[in-house]
């Protein structure tokens, strides 16, 4: 059931960081960041996956609630530097914690942005650090519902006008607002989580040439997900 996800997965991206480390935060322009609309083959194209093993991402659903046609349900991600390289990667927006090259894809699942992506946010430019033997985690957020090519629109345009996050919204409150919306169907289908990040080698970690907001690799993790029958 798994096996077209997993087969995306294999040849897309993701990866892990954490605390600011002894490097400089980056400067680049933050329009230079892929848009998070853009379907991940587009934004892992050209990356190596998993270049570097010691970088270790694990995500787990952490609800214990039944996920029903149109609920929203959040993902653990915990990623974790076990080598002895510096894995760096985009947060963006000073103001942001969950960083912007973190995110989801879904077979059959709508990824949200971060809440605290949304709204006012500071106009720098952040670049983090995950240090070896540091680790961080973050919660994604997904819904069941069937992914829309206009969700991220409609997630700014919710938050900016009435200041409401989408997937606070429940299913018969989001078919009304947004009537083409399509729920899940019941089943079991995967989440899948992606970090986009750079590895620094000790050696040149001085070394002014090397952009360290660009990617090099990623990681991934795909987490199943059981869409319940919902009750008559």
């Known amino acids: 059931m798994f096996k077209?996800?997993?087969?995306?997965?294999?040849?897309?991206?993701?990866?892990?960081?954490?605390?600011?480390?002894?490097?400089?935060?980056?400067?680049?322009?933050a329009d230079a960041l892929p848009e998070p609309d853009m379907p991940i083959s587009e934004r892992t194209e050209g990356l190596e996956p998993d270049a570097y093993?010691?970088?270790?991402l694990t995500a787990e659903l952490i609800t214990?609630?039944?996920?029903?046609?149109?609920?929203?349900?959040?993902?653990?991600?915990?990623?974790?530097?076990?080598?002895?390289?510096?894995?760096?990667?985009?947060?963006?927006?000073?103001?942001w914690r969950t960083p912007q090259n973190l995110f989801g894809e879904g077979e059959h699942l709508q990824y949200v942005l971060p809440r605290d992506n949304l709204g006012?946010?500071?106009?720098?430019?952040?670049?983090?650090?995950?240090?070896?033997?540091?680790?961080?985690?973050?919660?994604?957020?997904?819904?069941?519902?069937?992914?829309?090519?206009?969700?991220v629109e409609r997630t700014h345009e919710l938050f900016y006008e009435s200041d409401i996050y989408i997937a606070d919204m429940s299913w018969a409150e989001l078919q009304e607002t947004f009537p083409d919306l399509i729920a899940t169907q019941p089943g079991v289908h995967g989440a899948g989580v992606f970090l986009l990040y750079s590895i620094l080698d000790p050696d040149a970690a001085d070394d002014v040439s090397v952009d360290i907001s660009v990617p090099t690799t990623f990681a991934q993790a795909l987490v199943p997900v059981t869409i319940d029958q919902e009750a008559a």
């Open 53 to 56: 093993d010691g970088l270790k």
């Open 4 to 29: 077209k996800l997993i087969l995306l997965i294999a040849t897309l991206a993701l990866a892990g960081c954490a605390t600011t480390g002894s490097l400089p935060p980056s400067s680049q322009p």
């Open 64 to 95: 214990e609630k039944p996920i029903l046609p149109g609920d929203a349900f959040e993902v653990r991600v915990d990623l974790e530097n076990t080598g002895d390289k510096t894995v760096a990667y985009v947060q963006g927006s000073g103001s």
């Open 120 to 151: 006012i946010a500071t106009m720098d430019f952040v670049v983090q650090f995950l240090e070896p033997g540091e680790s961080k985690s973050f919660n994604l957020t997904f819904m069941a519902i069937e992914p829309s090519a206009d969700f």
